[in-house]
C-alpha cells in the first residue's frame, strides 16, 4: 500500500557516535569489518496464487533462506493472515526450521490516522499476539505497520509505554525500501500476462534494493559512526518467493554478511528512541532526523511508490 496516501494529511539532541549512555553500556561496538545484514518479512500475506500457489511461495521462501547458510529470518506475522489453519499450517514450518516469529499487529492498523486511538492500537497489538504466541519461536518484538508510530507525541509515548509494559522490543528496520511496490507491478503484470517475462522485475527490484542498502548504510555511519548490524525491510510475497535467492546472493557477491535476525536485533541501536513527531520510518532515518543535521538528505516518508513510479513507468514495468 502506498505510504504517501496515509501520509499527505500529517502534518535526543545531536547524534554523533553513538546512543548515549542511557541506552548502551560503554562505547558504542566498533563497525564490523563488512556490513553485516539480517532478513525480516512483513505480514505473512499468504492468500495469493498469481504464478505460484500459496504452498509454493512458502516452500521457495524457506528454501532461499535455508540455501544461504540456514540463515533465520523474522517474520513479522499480521494476525489475521495466520488466524486460520493454513495459515498456522505455514507458520509451522517457519517454526521447525528455526525462523524467528514476532508480532505485527492483528489487523494492520494505521497509528499515525487520527481515527487510530493509542488503546485500539495496543489492542490490537495483543489480538495478533494470541495468534502466534504459542510458536516455540515467538519472540516479543513488534514491528509497526507502515512503519508508523504515532503522529502526535502522546500517542507516541503512551504505545512505546504499553510495549515496554508488556515486554516487547521494537523490531525497527535500518534499511527500509519499496518491495511491496515492485511486487504490485509484478503481480499486476501477470494477472493480465500470465507468460509475462519476470526478469526485468527482478532487475529492478535487486537495483532499488541494493541502493536502498547503501543509502541507509552510509547515513548510519555518518549519524552513530558504524555501520550497524542491518534488518532489511522486505514483504512475505511472491517477488521474494521468486527472488529472494538472488537477492541474498547479491549481498553476498557485495561483500556483505549474511547473519540472522535474532543476532542482528542485539545490536544496541534497536534501543533508541528517538522522538521525532511524526514518529516511525527507518531507525536510522529517524535517529538522522532526531539530529536536525541530515534533512538535506532525508525525505517523508522515507521510502515510497511515489519514488520509484517513474522509473518503472520508463522501464515499461
Same mark, same amino acid.
Given at each position: 500500500?502506498?505510504?504517501r496516501e496515509f501520509t499527505t494529511s500529517i502534518g535526543m539532541g545531536a547524534i554523533a557516535l553513538g546512543l548515549g549512555q542511557s541506552k548502551m553500556t560503554g562505547a558504542p561496538p566498533p563497525g564490523p569489518a563488512k556490513p553485516e545484514i539480517a532478513i525480516t518479512m512483513d505480514d505473512f500475506d499468504w492468500? !495469493? =496464487?498469481?504464478?505460484? =500457489? @500459496?504452498? /509454493?511461495?512458502n516452500r521457495a521462501i524457506l528454501s532461499a533462506l535455508k540455501s544461504h547458510g540456514n540463515l533465520k529470518a523474522a517474520l513479522?506475522? %499480521?494476525? !489475521?493472515?495466520a488466524d486460520n489453519v493454513t495459515g498456522q499450517t505455514f507458520l509451522r514450518e517457519w517454526n521447525t526450521a528455526g525462523h524467528m516469529i514476532a508480532n505485527?499487529? #492483528?489487523s494492520h492498523k494505521y497509528l499515525n490516522s487520527s481515527k487510530t486511538t493509542a488503546e485500539d492500537f495496543t489492542a490490537d497489538v495483543?489480538?495478533? /499476539?494470541?495468534? $502466534?504466541? =504459542?510458536? @516455540?519461536?515467538?519472540? !516479543?518484538?513488534?514491528r509497526f505497520p507502515y512503519l508508523k508510530e504515532g503522529e502526535t507525541a502522546a500517542k507516541r509515548d503512551a504505545v512505546r509505554a504499553f510495549l515496554k509494559q508488556? %515486554? #516487547?522490543?521494537?523490531?525497527?528496520? +535500518? $534499511?527500509? %525500501? =519499496?518491495?511491496?511496490?515492485? /511486487?504490485?507491478?509484478?503481480? %499486476?503484470?501477470? +494477472?493480465? /500476462?500470465p507468460m509475462a517475462d519476470v526478469k526485468p522485475y527482478r532487475d529492478f527490484y535487486l537495483k532499488h534494493m541494493w541502493e536502498r542498502a547503501l543509502y541507509y548504510d552510509d547515513l548510519s555511519r555518518k549519524v552513530l559512526g558504524r555501520s550497524v548490524k542491518?534488518? $532489511?525491510?522486505m514483504h512475505y510475497n511472491l517477488l521474494n518467493a521468486l527472488f529472494l535467492g538472488d537477492l541474498l546472493d547479491m549481498f553476498k557477491g557485495k561483500g556483505w554478511k549474511l547473519i540472522d535476525a535474532t543476532e542482528a536485533f542485539r545490536d544496541p541501536v534497536f534501543s533508541a528512541e528517538p522522538k521525532n513527531v511524526p514518529a516511525g520510518e527507518s531507525i536510522i532515518w529517524a535517529l538522522a532526523k532526531e539530529t536536525g543535521k541530515f534533512d538535506k538528505v532525508l525525505r517523508y516518508p522515507g521510502e515510497d511508490s511515489e519514488y520509484e513510479k517513474g522509473k518503472m513507468d520508463q522501464l515499461g514495468l
Open positions: 500500500m502506498n505510504r492468500n !495469493k =496464487s498469481v504464478k505460484l =500457489s @500459496p504452498e /509454493e511461495r513479522f506475522v %499480521a494476525g !489475521k493472515n505485527h499487529s #492483528y495483543l489480538k495478533g /499476539e494470541e495468534v $502466534i504466541k =504459542s510458536f @516455540p519461536s515467538f519472540r !516479543k518484538s513488534f508488556h %515486554a #516487547y522490543r521494537t523490531g525497527h528496520v +535500518t $534499511i527500509d %525500501a =519499496s518491495d511491496w511496490a515492485v /511486487e504490485d507491478r509484478l503481480t %499486476a503484470r501477470l +494477472t493480465k /500476462e542491518h534488518t $532489511i525491510l
